[in-house]
């Protein structure tokens, strides 16, 4: 049996629920890349549990309580006795990282906050540890999804920021009280743990100009349209000749930038250097299993250490015939009946269509057409037979479909 | 003075010799990073040097000599004399992987592959570190830039594939001999990789079934446009209830799938799973500098282990007044020369205009215009005028844009 690996858990909300029952059902994958077993041996919440027993018996202190001045104590506490800390704490980093990181460094241990920022999109590791030496020029994104949501509604519908707001509260996009969404001091301190990262110089929340999108008018949305503009809440860290600026503002997009199709309730980041050109993450910023499952990470990673090696430990059977949706493309005579035949045969061959376009070619006509979901043998076999009929000009063409539509 | 941080490298091509080069570049930023100078102690080339040698004077060896069968070798014995290796060659892992690993294992030493894949994005960290202990379902995206680049162009132009390739030849995205990539071989490779690392099962090239894009037809392309769909070459490796898959073909994607925008010669990975939802990377996929950075990456982690913790080293002023472009909006008096007269403030106030819409409303106009690059402060100046003229209905509005057109 392989050693235990403690988890000292602070808080039970929302994360921390996702998180404790992600332990469990990931133990098994824990201790394959770990060589230890994961399980939360404390848990502290407002009515049940005391700090002085859980930390001596944990191997990290994962702190999921949020506020600054308890989560400020029991954090640096365990720093200083040597616990490695993994934390999802935001403002906790925005407002103290300084003392936390040189508490970590002067105990020698790990403080980890991937889910600080993008929740499960990895931007921390990357900037840390993909790209521990390059030179950034610039580090910005879309790193607050509940704006994001009621920006691209806005836009969509042409409906008010109030309406949207209220829609967004009844998804679950927006909080009760949005303040610090919409105004922006959430994306706020994000950027100034991105922008203390990327530049290697202590930003914190108070240097950072931040504003909102409370004044976002929808007659600004509809012109924008029409100069082919899309609206998205930036966090913008860039470095000058002169220093580094470290703002938040709504912002137009023109197409084709990468960030101008994240829609929804996502985050995206990007992160520009002469040596990496951009890099583009992003995903789903926030949510409960999602950010708990950034946290697994960094506790995998404080168990880990660096020295893993990949091992293929399972042995999955490789499957060759699966099912897709394809793009036909056929030559015909332009006869009567022959689109009628090709769709008796796909239909008898279990393969059904989704959308047909005929079209006429002096004596021959093109059937184009896409097919739904079927087994790839089914769809070939079918199309096999298509291919001997008489009316066919040429081999027909077939390419994959994802079927898959996304509404992000 | 620190420590000395010894890289071997094999090879001198285009990556070795921008690898070279961006080690020097960078040494104070490594050197902050892992508290070890780097320094090429060691070079191997067809001409130069010997393994015998360059082997223990190094702590880390860097292979990008490419090949299987003498860079097989080398990385073998590196990693069995203790010396942990940073690789860029798929073909080695995709081929040798599962001997690779083992003798990783067995030494107790790191085998780091970041640019073996999608060069500067970050996939092979992320999939093995942020989401060690993720389930994932599907690991797929767009691994070859050669034959994106060349499907985007014959889209957008409507050119056969032989000119775009050729076109693609003289522009550097394609090989003088393209066969490995536009027949989906190289791809192939590294979905291998991918597929062994997110299923830890061992897949090996020999078991990727491989489609290229050497066969798609202009028309089929026109087609698409019409059905709204675009066509990617995919990588694919998903996990079904009897086992996985892995499988480079082209596909078509409908609008709104996040590797639909992905044009030109860039890659893009996305990873799905229950508790991460969906994450996409996407970036620069090939290049010799871009490369040279992701294995730069691979180095430092290799030397810093995993327990680096920030520092804030650097103390770069924070600056706010910054340039930036300006979405206007102005409710006037629907008179003569109103546009006349903001025009000239803009203008005496060093702003200049890309473009104006203008618009009655009754007695009223507005006025919403983009104007170009200038410095904020001399931006709000001039409204700040603006705000004073008497045919002014409402205060002025304004949003910034990012100018920057994004053409991929």
């Known amino acids: 049996?392989?050693?235990?690996?403690?988890?000292?858990?602070?808080?039970?909300?929302?994360?921390?629920?996702?998180?404790?029952?992600?332990?469990?059902?990931?133990?098994?994958?824990?201790?394959a890349a770990t060589g230890r077993r994961p399980e939360v041996t404390g848990v502290l919440t407002r009515s049940q549990g005391d700090f002085g027993e859980i930390l001596p018996d944990a191997d990290v202190i994962v702190e999921l309580m949020g506020g600054t001045d308890t989560a400020r104590e029991h954090v640096l506490a365990a720093?200083?006795?040597g616990v490695p800390v993994v934390t999802a704490n935001k403002q906790l980093l925005a407002q103290h990282g300084a003392e936390l990181f040189a508490a970590a460094e002067e105990?020698?241990?790990q403080l980890r906050f991937e889910a600080a920022v993008a929740a499960v999109v990895p931007v921390i590791r990357v900037v840390q540890e993909s790209f521990g030496a390059v030179e950034f020029n610039k580090v910005f994104g879309i790193v607050n999804g509940t704006t994001n949501f009621i920006l691209s509604e806005m836009a969509a519908t042409g409906a008010s920021y109030g309406d949207v707001l209220k829609r967004a509260q009844e998804l679950g996009y927006a909080e009760a009280d949005p303040t610090e969404d919409?105004?922006?001091?959430?994306?706020?301190?994000?950027m100034a743990i991105l922008a203390r990262l990327a530049f290697h110089t202590p930003v914190t929340l108070d240097q950072v100009d931040f504003e909102g999108i409370e004044d976002i008018q929808p007659d600004d949305l509809a012109y924008a349209k029409e100069l082919g503009l899309s609206l998205k809440l930036l966090g913008v860290a860039e470095k000058f000749e002169q220093g580094i600026t470290v703002r938040v503002f709504p912002c137009f997009l023109y197409p084709g930038h990468p960030l101008a199709p994240i829609e929804g309730p996502?985050?995206?980041?990007?992160?520009?250097?002469p040596e990496i050109t951009e890099v583009t993450m992003s995903g789903p910023g926030a949510g409960g299993l999602q950010t708990a499952a950034a946290v697994l990470g960094d506790v995998v990673s404080v168990a880990a250490g660096n020295a893993r090696t990949h091992t293929a430990d399972r042995d999955l059977p490789i499957l060759t015939d699966v099912a897709s949706s394809f793009y036909l493309h056929l030559e015909v005579a332009d006869e009567?009946?022959?689109?009628a035949e090709v769709a008796k045969m796909l239909s008898d061959g279990g393969v059904s269509v989704k959308s047909v376009v005929q079209r006429g070619l002096g004596d021959d006509a093109r059937l184009v057409m896409v097919v739904h979901h079927c087994l790839e043998s089914e769809f070939k076999a079918a199309v096999a037979q298509i291919a001997e009929l008489d009316a066919l000009r040429s081999s027909p063409r077939f390419i994959r479909v994802i079927e898959e539509e996304f509404t992000a």
Chains 1, 2 share one sequence.
Do not use: C, H, W
């Open 1 to 31: 049996m392989s050693e235990k690996l403690r988890i000292g858990l602070l808080g039970r909300g929302t994360v921390g629920s996702a998180f404790d029952e992600l332990v469990a059902e990931r133990a098994d994958q824990v201790e």
């Open 266 to 273: 996502f985050n995206a980041v990007m992160v520009e250097a």
């Open 79 to 81: 720093l200083k006795a």
């Open 107 to 109: 105990a020698g241990v």
């Open 336 to 339: 009567p009946g022959v689109l």
């Open 182 to 190: 919409v105004n922006g001091a959430d994306a706020a301190a994000k």
